[in-house]
């Protein structure tokens, strides 16, 4: 047919067609802002869908959490992010300030509670792009008003942050931090339940901001953002703080901190305190003295020191909290309970203050004859020969809820020179706040007061009708209950005995914002000297010597070992001034 030619030429140029078609590259994807992927809520509107993005490297963490970050040039959103973590793999080279070409799907990475997660992109394609101009940090000077709006983007705080607290710092390399100064314990200053703790909660929360290490390994051993032999402690200022915006770990948001924190003043304070009064008495939980088979062996024992060398050291650190006190009378908490004779643990630390201050060593221990209790640990009362006389014996109350749960309490009266007015003196030591075995009243109620505040409340409550019935015999009514009671000022144990008339030392000598304890980063008292009437009209000062609570546990005898008080307990000490 005089056609075939021209429909075989016609079907040739359409197969040639197709095939060029085929072999064709790709047309050129759109590139979205990263804002519009991050969008404004807490999940990513393409979340599952395939993206590409435009965006300077910010920080490689891939060998401690297993992406980068980036960040673009913004999409003039403020209510959205303008950078994201990336996950790509380790042998894709990318360097910080690095453009990048970005193609991927939208994931998100569980990172805390309900619906949040961290909008993570999984690259699958990633090519370099030319260099452009660095995106800013962010300056924050105080709590932004979306962390979410910035999640991902580098930030600097230039000051106003406060180190709040270093529970996890050598466990996950991390450290709190806070706008605005310390964060306080809630039931420190607001009644369990009430508005105010509700407040004072919402508050923390509000303040709080983890910083990190970059990494999601246990036990780093060594955290690259700290200056080297500078001290750390919490309540110091923080300066220059700079790192990415980061969300994970189910605690709220964190920096993942890129370079290293500029510390305030070393503020510790190198001497003791000094009260007013002639008449000193002190208080100290001594975390776990044990001192094994008081013959230099019988390590590890069941609490503190696990050997001979490590004893020496915590009781080298003792000896110079408890001397440099000053006092006459202190009470202990967290003595073995091994009894009162020769190489018990009360009797090697008073042999050991004693052969510490030389000539002048005249310190002695209240002997109870056993216990007091059964409990692994006790209380126990020391004092100075020359200072105080003991009038009559001792006094126990071995009843439970005192025993098996809240360590037994010790009283002893005491009298200063020929003419002091007598005074009671009680080492007391309630029931901790770990909930093992505890049920129905107390298990934890979410209230903030731990477990066993019903256990907490019944002591306080048997302790101050022990207390009305004169166990010592001394015919006192000035008193002194002193020790760590595991609960917070504003709880239900404290304030029992504040209704039953025993008056805060700290409180009646005008002490502003009083602490004995740090724990996951906010501040409180476990510890508290509470008067009866009589002591309070007595009382001269009140003092805490903050060693302890604001150290680094690395501080203390089981890992650096610093000369000197520093981390000698996870206590502070208290002191007081009276009239003798």
Known sequence: MRCTPCLLALALALAAACSGAALAAPSKPAVLSIGSVQGNAERSPYEGKRVTIEAAVTADLRDGLGGIYVQDAGDGDATTSDAMFVQVPASQDVQPGQWLRITGTVQE???????????TLQAEAVSPLAARPAPAAVVLGDVPASWEALEGMQVRIPNGLTLAGQDQLSRYGELTAAFGGRLWQPSEVAAAGSPEQIAVIADNT??????????????????????????????????????IVDQRFDDGYRLQLT?????????????????????????????????????????????????????AAQQ?????????????????????????GPGSAIDQL??????????????????AGQGPGDNPIRVGIIYRASKV????????????????????????????????????VVANHFKSKGCSEATGGDADHNDGQGCWNATRVESAKLLHTWLQGDPTGSGSRDAVLLGDFNAYAM???????????????????GVQQPYSYVYNGLTGRLDHALLSPGMAARLKGAAEWHINADEADEMGYQGRNVPGPWRSSDHDPLLLGFEP
């Open 109 to 119: 990475l569980a990172a805390g509670k309900g619906n949040q997660g961290l909008t």
């Open 350 to 367: 008073v042999r050991a203050l004693n052969a510490a201050q030389g000539k002048d060593g005249d310190w002695r221990f209240v002997d």
């Open 389 to 424: 006389s003991p009038l009559g014996k001792p006094a126990v109350l071995e009843r439970e809820p005192f025993g098996e749960r809240s360590r037994v309490p010790l009283a002893q009266a005491f009298r200063m020179g020929r003419k002091g007015t007598p005074f009671v």
């Open 316 to 340: 080298a650190k003792l000896i110079t909290t408890i001397g440099s006190l000053n006092a006459d009378v202190a009470a202990l908490m967290e003595l073995e309970n091994d009894g009162y």
């Open 206 to 243: 509000r303040r709080r901001l983890r910083l990190d290490d970059a990494s999601g390994k246990r036990d780093p051993g060594s955290v690259a953002y700290l200056p080297q032999g500078q001290v750390l402690r919490s309540g110091m200022a923080l300066q220059d703080v700079q790192g």
């Open 259 to 311: 370079a290293p924190l500029t510390l305030g003043a070393d503020q510790r304070p190198q001497q003791a305190p000094t009260v007013d009064g002639g008449l000193r008495i002190a208080a100290f939980n001594l975390e776990n003295y044990f001192n094994g088979d008081g013959k230099g062996g019988g390590y590890p024992t069941l609490r503190g020191a696990k050997t001979a060398e490590q004893q």
């Open 491 to 509: 709880e239900d144990p404290i304030r029992t005995l504040n209704a039953d008339g025993w008056q805060d030392a700290f409180k009646v000598a």
